[in-house]
């Protein structure tokens, strides 16, 4: 594996580390290229999202609703400019920032995001989230 697949796999723990755990917005500006696209964050009727204003709109709805937010990195995978971070997610949700009405029920859940990396900068993410066991835990839908 190249330096730069080694480099986008440190960058991609960097990431949640920093981004998620930490709740750096500084990270988002840094990392997140101008032009960067987010697949899978958008509802049905949006179209995906686009630079680090639209990705901080949707991180801070998602760290208001589980302020204690936790992910765990399982995986971390790379290949050419692309990595694939297999992660677990524990939160309590406090907040209705995503709609619900907060419930202060322990949520856990799983993702993958495959992330497209330029010189250092993500420019394209495919995310893949468990919402269906998220919006289960605090009783936003039932089976």
Do not use: Y
């Not at 993702?111 to 330029?118: A, D, P, Y």
């Amino acid at each position: 594996m190249g330096m730069s697949a080694e480099r986008n796999k440190e960058l991609t723990r960097r990431w949640f580390q920093e981004v998620w755990n930490q709740r750096k917005s500084q990270t988002i500006e840094e990392l997140l290229a101008p032009d960067a696209i987010a697949h899978g964050l958008e509802s049905a009727e949006q179209p995906p999202q686009r630079g680090p204003a639209a990705f901080r709109q949707f991180w801070q709805k998602f760290c208001g609703a589980f302020p204690d937010l936790r992910i765990e990195i399982e995986d971390v995978i790379a290949e050419g400019d692309k990595t694939a971070a297999r992660f677990s997610f524990r939160g309590t949700h406090r907040g209705d920032h995503l709609g619900p009405p907060a419930t202060t029920k322990p949520t856990i859940a799983t993702g993958i995001t495959i992330t497209r990396w330029r010189d250092g900068q993500i420019v394209e993410g495919w995310n893949e989230f468990d919402a269906m066991r998220l919006f289960q835990q605090i009783g936003a839908i039932t089976r």
